[in-house]
């Protein structure tokens, strides 16, 4: 099937900027997003999990924008504008996409 | 003996023998868990149940002066104790002015869970005290990390605390459910009590035993992933900011001529340290800070302490200079 | 008088407040949030105690030929009222064909909570109402979602409805539970209650209350993001058209011989607008329809509306009607 | 009669009716489904509830040569099952060595909803049993799987036990529980449950009514997906091996003196088959042996099995042989 | 190590939508995937999150299927024509696996 | 913005085998990673749902490593002794990412 180039963004952030995050995003005309629950994981700062923990200070999201290439700075400057002094990862993978009139 | 008495019978109840088995199995890497949602659920249903027997309480009491003081006493405390914290700690362990800050927040902040069973305990004892103790806890959650921002403002570091922030703070989940079920109950009253009594008031005390179960288990979790954190420094300091923070709430529940129940919850909430609100807002405010230090010290010294020793010392003195 | 009073009475019950505080939290944008697990937890527990509690009243009380009567008068009722709202939609409002059959059949289909309040508010009045009116609750959750998709084929829009989405419809999973657990209790009866009282009785009111906290917080939530959708012409309709639908209920009830609370049930299943399955349905069958639209319609205009006044008003005129 | 009387009985449970709308549910490929959160949440209350008691009752009853006993044999059941199990496949199915070792497993441990559906018609019937027997439930949730990995190593495939394995398979989430709670129990007696009675004692068999329901969803979907591994040899063996489970711990509950309900609650747990903490152990410790085979076995046939007939025959037999 | 050349196909589809694609994908011999759970998103149709909801209608879920190359279009075919209607997002990155005979 | 090539490893494995696979992962000095929960999925050993289950034997996780390009074989090595014997999927995507000196 005919398919299109697009960027497939990955950032995996504390689950208390979430929000701070996906305005960001919006307000940078980035409006397609998919956010993804997080189980766990370890980094520089420690092995954690979600499990039974009532705070939200514990976790984190990942959230995923499949975007079109030439939006890709665009987001990334969004992204990092929130995700600078904390802890996460942010990731970009080229992608094809089925039905580019979407992104 | 008094003490000890108290101190026995506490350990071996129920909710402290339900935490202790979290805290073993946890230790012990079992790989027994209580799912998030279940938790959370959990303390939904602690929050709302304790804020509206605290609401109908004062619609039978009726408003008084005294709620008032102790209100403003509450936020007073909140404000206050994080400095102190955060002087003991610069002096007693090598903390960065900014975790050290972090830290001092959690501790002028409370633990409703710790409240909770601290009402659990007077309950055994046959003790009443005051409906609207839980609003004082509500008022004391949030002044605390103000201190904290500000303390960290001071020295240059940390962010401006912007709109976003400040309602995170004030309308944070668990404020608001405490609050607002605290005035639902006040609304309906002792008729509104009758019909969610089955659900609200019975199943309390057995609910309480699986979230401290849970809380045992993260609490172990916590301290087999933080070991190399727990200096004896910060030990120290975890036990003994507790009883500072009690010493003061039972000035102030002194001060204000509250009975022995409620002079005992006020020494409760100056010792016990957040463990849901201030980390969250810490992580926005303070990203720089590390979080398996407050969260370690907060969950994994003082929390257990207040639960198994603390909560019989602050009965017994809190008798003791009520002359209760 | 009495319809204020009774007004009054059911704004200050602990399940209106409930509601409402979630709809703040909500509002003010603060981070409460029911776990989604816990939210559908509670609704299975609700969907199954109402609909054992049903079917042992059926068992006690006998099959009569008034609950025939009434099934098949709950199912033509909601086959019917979608084409008197798609009427009014088309008249009213700007909607599309397909988005005006997409609300019209939430409006003929039913909300199991909203029922779930009303029996609350009989109990409060202290008025029996018919076991089985559960049994037509769940009758009425499909047809409407046939009259709609009718609706849409006359267009020519829309899909066939295969065998999957038939099954689907008829066998979703809030309609077996209702019938299954209503069919359990009639099987069982007092004997099967009575071992189970303690979890689907008594602590039936509270839990009614955190849910109905979890529904403010998703009608608050919804409400903020579709703020837009929220048109005169639109909101017109979600207060006009439960009126509408309590009228016929009403005339059925009376025309079935009902008492006043079957009759009341019966105006509130002809009011209430499905959030659950019709939705689902829609989003299969229709899926060029607009989700906000129906999902604000149904949520955030007509379910609260129905809470705060609707239930007063039906009971009142279910009385005058009835001569109750 | 005595039997058939008792099995309608049990039928018509609304525990046993709860497992059989689910398992409708399932096989008629309803949506409804209880998340997974919920179900262990059920799954952790019921071990906390049944454990507690239990320890409770040996509280009041005092400790027992006749206790220690019963965990012996309980053990050394528990791990010669599995060999009568392994023969049995090896004969009447063509399963591997492998696949045959990992049921085998299932059927040496227990399934503790049995057991609890078991004290279940034993309340019904107005029968006692001695509060311990839940701690037998726990000493036979091991051996068989040492014994089945035993076959296994026997044979050349299969991994060594490593110092991970054992600790996951002795501090498994359901065993730590279930002694964990049972200890407390036993620690804060008849006080101790006084203060957590209404959590649970009274909701206990709605729960269990829930938890059922949930199960007959599991193991409904479980048959659906699996439907080409029931050959007649496995069905068989499904069915008569929980027999000859029951017949040895029938025999145990005589040697040992045991009373009637007691030993009725031998049997059921001879009965058996784990789901939950065998097929863990077997996914990590023999990752070749096909789960879907054991999974099936265990939930699909011989549970409904010991749920709808096999309590009623157990109690029958457990009369007889101790003539209560 | 050893990998081969594979693609990774994310379909981030409706819940309500879940078996009626995994029942086209096997029916398109396509056995393999995964489903992920969403905890919320932005798009188009606008802002959702899962939290406490009921009901099925307002969550999606993603759906991570790898195959080998020359399976790719049937793939898309198959998701393609569930999805075409509804909500939803389709994307192909090139990835590497283990065990090639396994897919 | 500056990007830096990294490799993005997912292995989606059983549940009952995280935390060998995440000790494993630790003890080759590969110390980040996420854990994503995992709804459902089909392959060989057929398809699952993770929906009412109460055990740990049914379900998987999906743990998604982000690594160096040159530290790639140690992890795909660490992960595979854990994986061989058992179901579950390895796959590696080539990626850029902000922030490389986290890496
Ligand atoms: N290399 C990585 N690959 C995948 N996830 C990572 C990686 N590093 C960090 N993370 C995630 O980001 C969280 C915070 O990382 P850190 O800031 O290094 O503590 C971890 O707990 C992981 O969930
Ligand atoms: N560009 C995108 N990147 C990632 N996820 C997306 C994107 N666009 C849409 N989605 C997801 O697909 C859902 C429906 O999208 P839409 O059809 O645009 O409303 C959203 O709620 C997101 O979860
Ligand atoms: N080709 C694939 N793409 C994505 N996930 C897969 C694939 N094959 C297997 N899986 C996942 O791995 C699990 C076990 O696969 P298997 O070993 O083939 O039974 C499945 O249930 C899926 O969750
Ligand atoms: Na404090
Ligand atoms: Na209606
Ligand atoms: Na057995």
Redesign the pocket.
């Known amino acids: 099937m005919k398919t299109h180039p697009a960027k497939r963004v990955e950032i995996?952030?504390?689950e208390i900027m979430e929000t701070r995050l996906t305005t960001a995003l919006l307000k940078a005309d980035v409006t397609g997003f998919t956010v993804l629950p997080?189980k766990?994981?370890?980094?520089?700062?420690?092995?954690?999990t979600r499990a039974g923990q009532v705070g939200r200070a514990g976790g984190?999201v990942s959230v995923v924008c499949i975007v079109r290439p030439d939006r890709l700075d665009t987001l990334l400057e969004a992204a990092f504008a929130v995700v600078e002094p904390?802890?996460?990862?942010v990731?970009v993978t080229d992608c094809e996409v089925l039905r580019a009139e979407r992104f | 003996m008094d003490l000890i008495d108290l101190a026995i019978g506490n350990l071996t109840s129920p909710i402290i023998l339900s935490f202790a088995l979290g805290l073993f199995a946890a230790l012990a890497r079992s790989d027994l868990s209580v799912p998030e949602a279940v938790a959370k659920g959990m303390s939904i249903y602690l929050l709302f149940a304790i804020g509206f027997k605290g609401g109908v309480a004062v619609n039978e009491a009726g408003f008084s002066a005294t709620l008032v003081g102790a209100l403003v006493a509450g936020g007073v405390l909140s404000a206050a104790l994080p400095f102190v914290a955060y002087l003991m700690l610069r002096a007693m362990t090598k903390l960065s002015a900014l975790d050290a800050a972090a830290v001092a927040a959690h501790y002028g902040s409370i633990s409703i869970v710790t409240f909770v069973a601290g009402t659990s305990v007077l309950d055994s004892a046959g003790l009443a005290y005051d409906g609207w103790m839980v609003a004082v806890a509500a008022v004391m959650e949030a002044p605390a990390i103000l201190s904290a921002l500000w303390l960290v403002a001071r020295s240059g570091a940390g962010r401006s605390v912007d709109g976003d922030l400040w309602r995170e703070i004030l309308l944070n989940g668990s404020i608001v459910l405490l609050i607002g079920s605290f005035v639902i109950g006040w609304i309906t009253g002792t008729d509104g009590l009758t019909r969610i009594a089955s659900f609200i008031v019975s199943p309390f005390q057995g609910v309480l035993c699986l979230f401290l179960l849970d809380m045992g288990l993260v609490a172990g979790r916590g301290l087999r992933n933080s070991r190399d954190v727990l200096r004896p420094g910060l030990l120290a300091f975890g036990i003994l900011m507790p009883l500072i923070g009690a010493m003061a709430g039972g000035v102030a529940g002194v001060a204000l001529g509250l009975g022995t129940g409620s002079t005992m919850l006020f020494m409760v909430l100056g010792a016990s340290a957040s463990y849901i609100a201030v980390p969250a807002a810490m992580r926005v405010a303070l990203p720089e800070a590390n979080p398996s230090i407050y969260l370690t010290m907060s969950l994994g010294v003082t929390f257990p302490f207040n639960l198994t020793l603390g909560l019989a010392i602050y009965l017994s003195v809190a008798r003791l200079i009520t002359g209760g």
């Open positions: 995996t952030i504390e997080v766990g994981g370890s980094g520089r700062s420690g092995h954690w984190m904390h802890i996460g990862v990731s």
